[in-house]
């Protein structure tokens, strides 16, 4: 069996994975794969292409393990946890509501925070509970 080496940095990288898939197909600053593709829709390469199917696989996987660690009802906590985030940072005036742009950089951190939660929550559970998520068993034979 193997041990159970999951820490904060083992979060923490999976956190940076999040916010680089999430920011690489979107964000605010006109530097993203979004903008990319409505700049070249006229002559979409090959590269553009490639890109985008990337991302789509870093999606996909980030997707995946989320709704199976999390499921419905985690994804629903997951999302009301950061919001309220969200509204706590506006509350407290850290953050003006009018400020479109920031509050967008926000909401994409808070989207990575929910897909490196749910691609780390099986880790997180067995730290605290002592419980094992056993998704599919491999039959060898």
Do not use: C
């Not at 995946?64 to 509204?87: K, Y």
């Not at 706590?88 to 950089?105: A, Q, R």
């Amino acid at each position: 069996m193997a041990s159970n080496g999951f820490t904060l940095s083992s979060y923490l990288a999976r956190l940076i994975a999040a916010l680089v898939l999430v920011f690489a197909t979107y964000n605010p600053s006109g530097y993203s794969y979004y903008h990319w593709v409505e700049r070249s829709l006229v002559d979409f390469n090959p590269l553009v292409a490639l890109a985008g199917i990337v991302l789509l696989i870093g999606w996909v996987m980030f997707i995946r393990a989320t709704l199976r660690s999390l499921g419905a009802l985690g994804i629903i906590l997951a999302v009301a946890f950061f919001g309220s985030l969200l509204w706590l940072v506006i509350d407290w005036g850290w953050v003006s509501p009018d400020n479109v742009k920031v509050i967008s950089y926000i909401i994409l951190a808070l989207l990575a925070g929910v897909l490196a939660t749910g691609v780390s929550w099986s880790h997180i559970r067995r730290r605290l509970t002592g419980q094992i998520d056993v998704d599919e068993i491999e039959d060898n034979n």
